[in-house]
């Protein structure tokens, strides 16, 4: 059994526990709750026969009046970049997490998550800035917390990425 801790990182209100609670309790709910501090969650997959127990950390926002405490990322095989295709400026909160989690474990594999693909009407964020990213090597996948679309992908995806030698 190999054990892989995964943090989600991401700004204030953009699903990162819905997101959590949709792919470990297979639940949403439509109540905000703001996380403090960290939520931590445990859920066991198997990926190409071997299983992994992957441990969850859902860290709380960033925003204009605190900031994300590099120091829970330590130990993390990979993370989560959270976004709110429906909020353009939650992108660019993202991208400066990843640039400070980049600095704290140098090796972690991410994926780019943008949320709400069933606001899609609504976004904000352009395909072609996305495609710029994916042009760069970027995990780049389109979840839904409120319907499920691809939440399980994005955290396989990320597992998978993590357990590559």
Not at 8 to 13: A, N, T
Not at 42 to 51: E, H, M, N, P, R
Not at 125 to 152: F, P, Q, Y
């Amino acid at each position: 059994m190999i054990q892989k801790k995964i943090c989600l990182l991401g700004g204030f209100g953009v699903g990162k526990t819905s997101l959590v609670a949709r792919y470990v309790h297979s639940i949403f709910s439509d109540k905000y709750l703001t996380t403090v501090g960290v939520k931590i969650d445990k859920k066991s997959v198997t990926l190409d026969g071997t299983d992994v127990d992957l441990v969850i950390w859902d860290l709380y926002g960033q925003d204009d009046y605190q900031k994300v405490r590099m120091s829970y990322l330590r130990g993390a095989s990979g993370y989560l970049l959270v976004a709110d295709g429906t909020r353009r400026s939650t992108l660019d909160t993202a991208l400066a997490l990843h640039d400070s989690a980049q600095a704290t474990v140098p090796n972690a594999s991410f994926t780019l998550v943008i949320n709400k693909a069933d606001l899609a009407d609504q976004w904000e964020i352009s395909e072609g800035l996305l495609d710029g990213l994916v042009h760069r090597g970027w995990r780049v996948l389109k979840t839904s917390a409120k319907t499920g679309s691809d939440v399980e992908d994005a955290f396989v995806t990320l597992a998978r990425a993590m357990t590559q030698p």
